[in-house]
């Protein structure tokens, strides 16, 4: 798969985990927060939790799921990347905060499978 189609499928494995979240009751606070160490591919809360999520896509399990995909350097990015927004986003301090991975993947007969995994990493290591 090239660039232009990995984004492609990136970005829509985003937005099918946006409209799971919305329809699991999460309320977006931005999506795809950058800065210099990494980024956060939806910042949401959850009642009383600010939820850091990672969204993976992975069109095939040949290399692992895409649960798995979230190595230990990429959290550290992720973690670096949301100490980065709590600095920036003092109204944020007040939440606790936990870190989950969405997962995408086909299913059978052009259905998408969502695997929302809370509380997948911590900052703590």
Not at 24 to 30: A, E, N, P, V
Not at 75 to 90: F, N, S
Request: with cysteine; aromatic share 8%.
């Amino acid at each position: 798969m090239d660039d232009r189609h990995r984004k492609e499928a990136g970005a829509a494995a985003e937005a099918v985990a946006l409209n799971y979240l919305l329809s699991q009751g999460l309320r977006l606070i931005t999506r795809n927060y950058r800065c210099r160490a990494g980024e956060i591919d939806l910042v949401m809360l959850d009642g009383p939790a600010l939820v850091l999520i990672e969204v993976r896509y992975r069109a095939s399990a040949n290399f692992g799921g895409a649960a798995e995909s979230v190595t230990y350097r990429k959290q550290r990015r992720i973690i670096t990347a949301a100490r980065h927004l709590l600095m920036a986003r003092a109204d944020l301090h007040r939440y606790p905060a936990r870190f989950d991975v969405i997962a995408v993947t086909p299913g059978i007969k052009r259905e998408i499978n969502v695997e929302w995994i809370r509380a997948a990493f911590t900052a703590d290591g």
